[in-house]
């Protein structure tokens, strides 16, 4: 049986394992990926949502990507791949979300009469 030091020496070492486990994650990334994949879920709401989504990975993006090349060796791959996807899907989420602001603003425009139907009648002018 050990002793209590032995129990000690190996909750220490252990922490320090897990320690070092949480150090190579890069600030940011799992961030940045739920921001990416957020603004291509929301490039259909009328495109607001998935332009603010999009660019706030993207800002990320660039800062995250500054701290990783002052230490590469510091950071996982894996933190890296998910920093490099948030940021494809970000660019792919804000795209289409551009996309659909315009067509949006096209159809009502070249749609008259989606404009007056739209404005003809409030919610409040049926009581």
């Not at 332009?51 to 002052?70: E, P, S, W």
């Amino acid at each position: 049986m050990g002793s209590i030091g032995d129990l000690t020496n190996r909750n220490s070492e252990s922490s320090q394992c897990q320690q070092t486990i949480d150090d190579t994650h890069l600030q940011y990334s799992s961030i940045v990926l739920t921001l990416g994949i957020l603004s291509i879920c929301f490039c259909w709401c009328y495109g607001f949502v998935g332009i603010v989504n999009g660019i706030i990975a993207i800002i990320l993006t660039k800062k995250a990507k500054q701290i990783y090349l002052l230490n590469p060796k510091q950071y996982s791959l894996k933190s890296f791949k998910n920093l490099k996807t948030g940021y494809f899907c970000a660019m792919i989420g804000l795209i289409l979300s551009l996309l659909y602001l315009v067509f949006i603003f096209v159809y009502l425009l070249t749609n008259k009469s989606a404009i007056s139907t739209a404005f003809s009648s409030m919610p409040w002018d049926l009581f």
